[in-house]
């Protein structure tokens, strides 16, 4: 067999512009680390973020570094404008508002985390095997979702009220049994637009579980648009939790929360203002931090925006 020649000229060092053609933009980057550095450079999104944590490092150890308690009462000093010895003020019993909006923080909070557990634990199930399974079960099973979401909220925690008592435990069980209904309907139709990818099929076709196929497959594939979801759903808990607060069917004294300190500085609006500013103000700090960080999730998660 003849072999070929190479001559001289085929050996020559490749120019700059050629080398530069060559050369890779940026490393390689994984999905996830692809959205934190996206995520990054959304200033808006990142400033939310850190007004979480600072409103969490707060609510747990804010409380701590102050010499009153959310329950001290000292009607010498009721009503009393904001000073150094109190912050943010006295509310009519004389009790320190600072510490009280901080302890209304951690009930926010605690309502933010519930909500969050419920909608991952429950409505990414739920909506999962709905969408999954499909037919006769999927029918079945958002049947039992349009009747739980018919039922008006108020209606359902008074009735809770009655039952079990007014308090954190009631609302916490409220939004418990029914705040999935919204994240189980989206999951639902992630599902049903995933679940016949050609990875799926391969899967189904080595034999995988419903099981294995649900939870390595499809929810990942999904988590993006779940993470969004369920950031932007935790300002919606927060809010209701200060509603029905504001109603009279939250926390009962001396327990504070946002809502129930804006309801106690009606009665004194136009002589006391500060009272019902400062509870008001922390609401919609939160739900703008949340909002801002649900913004930023929602494009730093979107595979179009990926360059």
């Known amino acids: 067999m003849k072999m070929r020649r190479i001559s001289h000229e085929m050996w020559q060092p490749i120019s700059s512009e050629e080398r530069e053609k060559e050369k890779i933009d940026r490393p390689s980057m994984t999905y996830w680390q692809d959205a934190w550095r996206r995520l990054k450079r959304n200033k808006l999104a990142m400033l939310g973020l850190m007004m979480i944590i600072l409103i969490f490092a707060l609510a747990i150890v804010g409380p701590w570094f102050s010499a009153y308690s959310y329950s001290d009462q000292n009607l010498l000093r009721g009503n009393e404008g904001p000073s150094e010895d109190h912050l943010f003020g006295t509310d009519a019993h004389g009790r320190d508002l600072y510490v009280r909006v901080l302890y209304g923080a951690r009930i926010s909070l605690v309502v933010a985390v519930v909500a969050t557990i419920v909608n ?16 006769r079960v999927d029918n079945i099973m958002m049947r039992i979702v349009d009747i739980i979401s018919t039922i008006p909220l108020v209606l359902y925690a008074i009735i809770l009220m009655v039952v079990i008592g007014s308090g954190l435990k009631s609302i916490i069980i409220t939004l418990g049994t029914i705040y999935w209904v919204k994240m189980a309907r989206i999951v639902r139709g992630q599902i049903l637009s995933l679940k016949e990818q050609e990875y799926v099929l391969a899967a189904k076709t080595l034999g995988a579980s419903i099981g294995r196929i649900l939870f390595r497959h499809l929810i990942p594939n999904a988590m993006g648009s779940i993470i969004v979801t369920m950031t932007m759903m935790i300002p919606s808990a927060i809010f209701t939790e200060s509603f029905l607060s504001f109603i009279g069917l939250g926390v009962s004294a001396p327990m504070s929360s946002w ?11 136009r002589s006391y203002p500060y009272q019902l500013f400062f509870p008001s103000a922390a609401i919609c700090i939160t739900m703008l931090a949340f909002n801002f960080l649900g913004d930023g999730l929602r ?7 990926r360059k």
């Open 120 to 135: 991952f634990f429950i409505g990414i199930l739920y909506g999962g095997i709905s969408g999954y399974m499909g037919g």
């Open 259 to 269: 809502g129930s300190l804006a309801s106690d500085a009606l009665g004194g609006l």
């Open 299 to 305: 494009d730093a998660l979107d595979p179009r925006l």
